[in-house]
């Protein structure tokens, strides 16, 4: 009997917190908000007026900026510790860098769980950068 009252504690946690979408209200104007940005960007260095660096800006995506300054010299990619939490189901659980050679390098994150679309949230300026992962 007693197990019975926990599972139905937790089926009603689970619905409740299901009830309004992350982020906002279930009312008007829902529709029409600007996708949340995971993290705060961090940006190290200045960029170059004119350079690739000075055009991206935090909370693009990934086919933004390869739009806009090209592929990098090349890319690295990892789990974070947040791949390991159990029952999460949040985004920042995998990252992306790019790096480009006499520009630095990009990191990019998942914003959710099961999706694959990423935003720019570090940006490492370095002007002598190989275009490598040291």
Partial sequence: MRS???ISLVA???LSACAVPPGGSSGKGAATAKPKVVHSAYLTGKPRPGSKFAKVQPGMSR???ENLIGLPTSRDGHITGKQYIPFYFGGD????DW???GEGELTFSNNS???SNESLIY???DAKASGYRK
């Avoid at 659980?93 to 992306?96: F, G, L, S």
């Fill in 4 to 6: 019975w009252k926990i």
């Fill in 12 to 14: 009603l946690g689970t």
């Fill in 63 to 65: 086919q933004e900026v």
């Fill in 93 to 96: 659980t995998y990252r992306t």
């Fill in 99 to 101: 790096y480009y050679k």
């Fill in 113 to 115: 769980y099961v999706s």
């Fill in 123 to 125: 940006i490492r300026v």
